[in-house]
């Protein structure tokens, strides 16, 4: 999945918006909102996003 799909999901318009999120640039992270429809894009809780490996 690229990041433009993933951001169309969460209702951004701009991938460079998810990348900036998906590697913490410029200290911009997701909100809630964000975080429920991805675990919803997923299949996953929200508590999954956060387990690191």
């Not at 913490?24 to 997701?30: G, R």
């Not at 299949?43 to 387990?51: H, V």
């Amino acid at each position: 999945m690229s990041q433009l799909e993933a951001a169309l999901f969460i209702e951004q318009k701009a991938p460079g918006f998810y990348a900036n999120m998906e590697n913490y640039v410029h200290e911009k992270h997701f909100n809630l909102s964000h975080l429920f429809r991805l675990s919803k894009l997923f299949g996953a809780s929200i508590e999954e996003l956060f387990k690191e490996e």
